[in-house]
């Protein structure tokens, strides 16, 4: 693979052909045009749907521009995690220090929006040039009554994934700080749900359906009561285990809460998710339920389902996207359609389920991990793909190379989780590749 | 002019900035970078500062934007990120055999203290011998200014590394400022019909704005070359667009005696190469200063076909002026694009109550009593490092008929109930923002229209009666 620098040879492997472990967990290497953002962007987008928190962003001003607003996380209520916060650092704080700033900053957005809770995150010059940000946040917490719990974001400090793990241990500081939530016996925890487009709320009325409560859901719609409740539910379903499977394995040590991983992309998947949970619970009632709900659902969906299918049949989609786990889930609904994936790449996934991605891939299919452009576009070539699926970083280079698109990230603003979100995903994905624009590009 | 209310962002009633109305200096001097041909940009600092920067703006110009980073680790941040500079630059050699690394700061790298110039000189010792991409470095701390900063910086710092006073021609440099790839074109267009060599610099308009490809490119065809880079240093003239250009980074640094320069102004000092500064030419008042100083420059007159879009524009303002009269608008965003359109707005009868941008010069206001003249509105409000909640909470007492800037307001407009025109960077919430005129006849015709069909719009949609004739 001519298009590979040095050191980026173990990050891709193509199944059947190449013999040695998927590299990843690493670094970006200098000079990459990674896809991948930084420790901010990690703690950032998973704490961002926390609707009802302040989150004020320390350091100058581009960290907060390029986050305001930038997932598309629906709130039931109040929209205060839309407005984007920071105390615009300026020479004059770099040089004297940022921590009086952040101290003014802070009490007056607390007084002035009266939030559930404040996030503070740090980004990469904070604490470089000394601010005690854990000590300003302990002030203005005993001060204004509310808790305000930093998250030592630099970006420099890791990967993106590093910043799922900073996120995590805020969250973990609110779990179990409340307890005026009433718990009924069948009770979860939502983990890594985000509700772009509303998916939360589809998946908590599967589960609503069934009989069972869902305490918090962390974070997407999520609200600070909620989580600091969230240790008294019997369960945490995990989804997007990239992000948050460090909390779940916290929540398990600290309450003995335990886990399982689901997805909720493609029929398969949205379905084992329903009857892990009634398993779990160890009730006919609730595996009855889910049985009903699934049945329906898949009627209902089926016959649009198979006419997809029959227009999609053999098609090829090159797909890259945050975490393995996804990917996986990803794989398998394109083979539900009939189609087959030849790229499948990741950000930020981890060896074990790269492991899985690998089993279940076909002969050929390229799997990579933290790739750029140059590579990606290589890949779509080698592969002669028809679609690419990925996010708003991906979408130029599939149209620049004449094929169709599915976003399947934050910025989608239709459901592509859940029963009727696999009809929505076969349908974009359908409406994509037979545009008759095609028609002027060579291939 | 002392009535005009002036706000200072610490006269705000906050501390933090509140949905910002700007974005950081590296993504102005990318922007630029992205200009030259076959030039791969660089940011000096964390992996986030690229990809953030990388998707805001590909959510804008939908093109492939590869913007490279040295991903600071822990270790580079404490003990120096040189060595991740040259495996940067060795990498993205090999990536992408350019002609141009184009290298920016961060808030991370500048606070450590690196020196890019120096690393940039060992780069080339040890690489002696070598045929190695010119490296540019441009300063762009985000805690010094804004995007447009950064932007100024970086056509500055190309300008100075390149330019070289050889045989003298009859060449004329353009450094336009923050425009649409299809105002480029507009004013590639001039000089074609002026028969006049020209060199302008940035020139994304291709870069940015690609036609759809028959093979993947590395980096996208287009672009001021280095070899026209440096034969600026020669021309016979220069001329730029703007009046506050990078005077933010100069008042929010604390020590002001650095020496900030257009790339212009360098160049006049340097060479002696007559530099003539006119503002964003929208409206009017100021095309007409930009095709007099053409005309003026190489004793021409102005081409048949500009007279008659000139010609059009007025019969458009005419009809349209009935529709335009008393109505009063919120403008925001990049200074110099602002000053502009608040000069178009005086020509039709729309009274600016409220103009704001998250730019922090200083001279705004004095710009716009020079630009107005006469016609400045001394009751306006002049934000200045203003964030949009700021601006929500003055829409309020002045109560706006139509707004005009970046999408990043649509919220207020929809809060408000307001029609937004959008215009500048960002647009992220339509398609074709690359395509967007702002300039000359051409393009204020467009911005006249898209002006008026919004009020009509507003006016039609809110009545019940569903009039057919408007």
Same mark, same amino acid.
């Given at each position: 693979m001519g298009t590979l620098i040095t050191g980026r040879v173990g990050h891709v492997v193509t199944k059947g052909l190449d013999t040695h472990d998927l590299v990843c967990d690493k670094p970006s290497i200098a000079g990459s045009v990674s896809q991948r953002a930084c420790v901010f962007c990690g703690s950032r987008v998973v704490l961002y749907p926390i609707a009802d928190a302040l989150h004020l962003i320390h350091g100058p001003i581009g960290c907060a521009s390029y986050t305001w607003d930038i997932r598309g996380s629906l709130s039931s209520g109040p929209e205060l995690h839309r407005l984007s916060f920071s105390t615009d650092l300026k020479e004059k704080q770099v040089i004297f220090g940022g921590e009086e700033k952040l101290y003014t900053a802070l009490c007056e957005l607390i007084d002035h929006y009266k939030p559930a809770a404040a996030f503070v995150y740090s980004t990469c010059i904070v604490g470089v040039i000394g601010d005690d940000v854990q000590a300003v946040c302990k002030k203005v917490e005993k001060e204004k009554g509310i808790t305000v719990l930093p998250v030592m974001s630099e970006g420099f400090q890791g990967t993106k994934k590093d910043g799922y793990k900073i996120a995590c241990d805020v969250i973990a500081k609110l779990v179990g700080t409340g307890d005026d939530l009433p718990v009924q016996p069948f009770s979860v925890n939502i983990l890594g749900d985000y509700n772009l487009a509303g998916e939360l709320w589809m998946l908590s009325e599967y589960y609503k359906k069934m009989g069972v409560q869902i305490v918090a859901s962390i974070t997407g719609d999520g609200r600070v009561k909620e989580i600091r409740n969230a240790h008294k539910a019997s369960l945490n379903i995990v989804q997007c285990s990239g992000s948050m499977i460090y909390l779940a394995k916290k929540m398990k040590e600290e309450y003995g809460i335990p886990f399982i991983k689901v997805s909720y992309f493609g029929i398969e998947d949205v379905s084992d998710a329903l009857y892990e949970v009634a398993k779990f619970f160890k009730s006919e009632q609730l595996e009855e339920k889910a049985r009903q709900i699934v049945i329906k659902e898949i009627n209902q969906i089926a016959p649009q389902l198979a006419e997809y299918k029959n227009k999609l049949q053999g098609k090829k989609a090159a797909l890259y996207v945050g975490g393995a786990f996804k990917a996986i889930s990803l794989v398998k609904a394109l083979r539900m359609i009939g189609m087959k994936t030849v790229v499948a790449g990741t950000q930020t996934g981890n060896a074990e389920d790269y492991k899985i991605l690998r089993e279940i891939c076909d002969e050929g299919t390229i799997i990579v991990d933290d790739s750029n452009p140059n590579e990606l576009s290589s890949f779509v070539k080698q592969t002669g793909a028809d679609i690419f699926i990925g996010g708003v970083k991906e979408r130029p280079i599939a149209f620049k190379m004449g094929i169709g698109f599915c976003d399947h990230n934050h910025e989608r603003k239709i459901a592509l989780a859940g029963y009727a979100g696999m009809v929505n995903f076969a349908k974009e994905i359908y409406e994509t590749i037979s545009s008759p624009v095609w028609q002027f590009v060579k291939r | 002019m002392e009535t005009s209310k002036y706000i200072k962002k610490k006269e705000q009633a906050f501390t933090s900035t509140r949905n910002a109305c700007k974005q950081c200096s590296p993504l102005g001097s990318s922007l630029a970078f992205k200009g030259i041909k076959n030039c791969i940009p660089l940011i000096h600092g964390s992996q986030g500062c690229s990809t953030y920067i990388r998707r805001y703006m590909i959510s804008h110009f939908r093109e492939p934007i590869d913007i490279a980073s040295s991903n600071f680790s822990e270790n580079s941040t404490v003990f120096g990120g040189a060595q991740n500079f040259n495996i940067s630059v060795d990498n993205l050699i090999k990536q992408y055999n350019p002609e141009v690394i184009a290298i920016s700061s961060t808030c991370l790298s500048e606070t450590i203290g690196e020196d890019v110039k120096k690393m940039i000189s060992e780069y080339k010792a040890v690489n002696k011998g070598k045929i190695l991409p010119e490296l540019i470095f441009a300063s762009t701390p985000s805690y010094a200014g804004s995007h447009v900063d950064g932007y100024h910086e970086a056509v500055f710092e190309t300008i100075k590394s390149l330019s070289e006073n050889k045989e003298s021609n009859d060449i004329i440099n353009l450094f336009p400022g923050i425009l649409s790839p299809e105002d480029l074109r507009l004013l590639k267009e001039v000089f074609l019909y002026y028969n006049q060599s020209y060199i302008m610099f940035p020139d994304y308009s291709d870069t940015l704005d690609n036609p759809s490809w028959d093979e993947y490119k590395k980096i996208s065809d287009g672009g001021t070359s280095v070899e026209a880079l440096k034969r600026t240093g020669s021309s016979k003239a220069s001329i730029e667009f703007g009046y506050v250009f990078n005077s933010s980074a100069q008042t929010s640094r604390i020590k002001t005696q650095v020496a900030y320069q257009t790339a212009a102004k360098y160049l006049n000092e340097k060479f002696e190469i007559p530099t003539y500064s006119t503002g964003f030419p929208i409206g009017i008042k100021e095309s007409d200063a930009f095709f007099n100083l053409l005309n003026a420059i =190489?004793?021409?007159? =102005?081409p048949e076909k500009y007279l008659l879009e000139r010609g059009r524009l007025v019969d458009s303002y005419i009809d349209g002026h009935k529709y335009l009269s008393g109505k009063k608008a919120f403008v925001y965003g990049d200074e110099d694009l602002i000053i502009g359109i608040i000069s178009f707005l005086s020509e039709i009868g729309i009274k600016t109550v409220l103009c704001a941008t998250g730019g922090e010069s200083k001279i705004l206001q004095s710009a716009l009593e020079n630009v107005l003249g006469?016609?400045?509105?001394?009751e306006m409000i002049i934000g200045s490092g203003m964030d949009f909640e700021s601006m929500g909470a003055h829409m309020e007492t002045y109560q706006p008929d139509i707004m005009i800037g970046s999408s990043k307001g649509v919220y207020l407009s929809k809060r408000h109930d307001i029609p937004l025109v959008r215009v500048g960077f960002p647009i992220h919430d339509r398609i074709g923002s690359q395509r967007v005129k702002h300039i000359l006849y051409e393009g204020t015709q467009e911005l006249f229209d898209k002006i008026t069909n919004a009020l009509l719009e507003k006016r039609q949609d809110d009545s019940e009666i569903g009039y057919q004739y408007m």
């Open positions: - | =190489t004793g021409k007159e =102005t006469d016609r400045f509105n001394s």
